[in-house]
């Protein structure tokens, strides 16, 4: 890697300060921290008390950031209040909603000892299939995700931790995961200003403090389709500086990403940026010498010590436990049912019947994998009649004959999905074959129904965190689904789509 003199955010292993991690900190190379969940945090207590011993070990002020997008990215620990992500606040299309969301994350995060959030992600979902967007997304539209985007910038800032707009150019169009390779946005300027740069200027006009450059070939800017976007001088100056009117902090996505790599061992690193993102295996490898002086930090760090941090017990407390609640309960959508099935209505001694697959993480940017499978506990909450039955990520055939089996002899069928796999729209598939009444739920994207279109009734959970799935639980037994679509289902309807069961 090619050495930069500049500020670095810096991300290690451990949960505790030991002797090599404080002589890390307390070089000046190093302008803060960047903590991931499974690496750096155990709890509300262990990760204030890790953060304030950097900042001890430091000599001074440090930047603490975290990825704390709700949905399926949570970044903070187990203890913060799990919100839903930003498809979740999509549906709903509420930016008041949005605001107040945001506003929450923000006291938490300040409470544990962060000031950056690296969020809002607001990228726009353009293609359905995206390796790497999932539930990241506000949605398909530029004016809904320029929307939501700008009021996450206002509630997180309002609490004091600076919002980070990501990942600029926008990686709604990339068709492989920059965590392994690089993506080429084959987008000219007329696109881009109408569709991905939106939600960024958007941002920016809410006073987005810091900007998140991502690692993607973008030749109608660069002219270079191996040059990433990280490392553009055209990019971070005539771009973001001149174009867009940027004045904050520019961050690059984290350095030890597939979509850098050594691609261009010969390009200037950062090229104007003012904060690289070092990867845990990095250490060795910060800049060479310490940072000149940077106006944009100091100011930031300025206006941090701006706000005092609130106690620990708002960390999950129960009035956002209540606003996570109403997130989901506003986002559930029922995009189809033709038979009428919905609400659930059961006789005395019917059986339902609750699949689910087990979850996973689908990208590096995902802690799917730490939630719980829970559909059958919330169906049990409204009927106790209820079989669980937890599958593979992949069904196996013998997972699938099992289910085809098992909903013969039950009197309803509640399946869920998670970016259906071809395994997992054979087993929807194989239980309607069975003749027994199904309700599918897309427990995670929108875009399933496409890959099981036999489905009679749909509807949309956008998440698999607790307060989601026990929104869906209430809704398929009568609670209201007010959510729409926030992307179109490819080939069968359209963004805004619902159906009003009033």
């Not at 600029?168 to 965590?179: L, R």
């Not at 390779?181 to 960024?200: C, G, S, W």
């Not at 049990?380 to 992949?394: K, L, N, Q, W, Y």
């Not at 699938?400 to 796999?421: P, S, Y």
Request: negative net charge.
């Amino acid at each position: 890697m090619p050495s930069f003199e500049g500020n670095a955010l810096v991300s290690f292993q451990g949960k505790t300060v030991d002797a090599g991690i404080a002589r890390l900190f307390a070089d000046p190379r190093a302008a803060g921290a960047m903590l991931y969940g499974p690496l750096n945090v155990e709890g509300s207590e262990q990760t204030r008390r890790l953060i304030d011993d950097l900042v001890e070990a430091a000599g001074r002020p440090l930047l603490a950031a975290v990825d704390q997008e709700g949905g399926q990215l949570i970044g903070a620990g187990p203890d913060t209040t799990h919100f839903a992500g930003n498809m979740a606040l999509g549906a709903a299309d509420s930016p008041e909603l949005t605001e107040r969301v945001a506003a929450a994350i923000g006291r938490e995060l300040r409470a544990l000892g962060f000031n950056i959030n690296l969020a809002p992600v607001v990228d726009v979902a353009t293609r359905p299939y995206n390796p790497s967007m999932g539930i990241r997304s506000f949605g398909e539209d530029p004016d809904l995700v320029a929307r939501h985007g700008a009021a996450f910038v206002r509630g997180l800032q309002g609490e004091g931790v600076a919002a980070s707009l990501k990942h600029f150019p926008g990686k709604g169009e990339a068709s492989v995961d920059p965590h392994h390779e690089m993506p080429v946005l084959d987008l000219d300027m007329e696109r881009l200003d109408r569709v991905e740069f939106a939600p960024f200027r958007a941002g920016i006009e809410a006073g987005a403090r810091l900007l998140m450059v991502g690692h993607y070939g973008l030749p109608a800017v660069t002219g270079d389709r191996s040059l990433p976007t990280s490392v553009s001088a055209e990019v971070m100056g005539p771009l973001i500086r001149d174009r867009l009117g940027f004045q904050g902090l520019i961050v690059t996505d984290a350095l030890d990403m597939g979509g850098f790599g050594d691609q261009r061992p010969d390009a200037p690193l950062g090229a104007g940026a003012d904060l690289l993102l070092y990867g845990p295996a990095q250490a060795g490898a910060l800049p060479v010498t310490p940072p000149a002086e940077s106006p944009r930090l100091a100011d930031l760090m300025e206006w941090l010590g701006g706000f005092a941090d609130p106690d620990l017990s708002v960390v999950g407390c129960a009035e956002h436990a209540a606003l996570a609640r109403d997130l989901a309960e506003r986002s559930i959508t029922l995009v189809r049912d033709d038979p009428g099935l919905l609400p659930i209505r059961p006789g005395a001694g019917a059986r339902i019947l609750a699949v689910m697959p087990q979850p996973k993480d689908l990208t590096p940017a995902d802690t799917s994998s730490s939630v719980r499978p829970a559909l059958a506990e919330a169906i049990r909450r409204h009927h106790p009649e209820t079989t669980e039955m937890v599958v593979s990520f992949d069904p196996g055939e013998d997972e699938i004959a099992h289910a085809a089996d098992l909903a013969r002899g039950h009197d309803l069928v509640l399946i869920g999905t998670l970016d259906a796999t071809a395994a997992q729209a054979r087993l929807v598939q194989t239980v309607i074959a069975t003749g027994t009444p199904t309700v599918a739920i897309a427990m995670r994207t929108p875009y399933d129904l496409a890959s099981y279109p036999e489905a009679t009734t749909y509807v949309c959970s956008y998440g698999i965190l607790p307060p989601s799935v026990e929104a869906l639980a209430a809704a398929l037994f009568g609670s209201p689904m007010p959510g729409r679509l926030p992307v179109a289902v490819p080939g069968l309807y359209p963004v805004g789509h619902s159906v009003d069961r009033s």
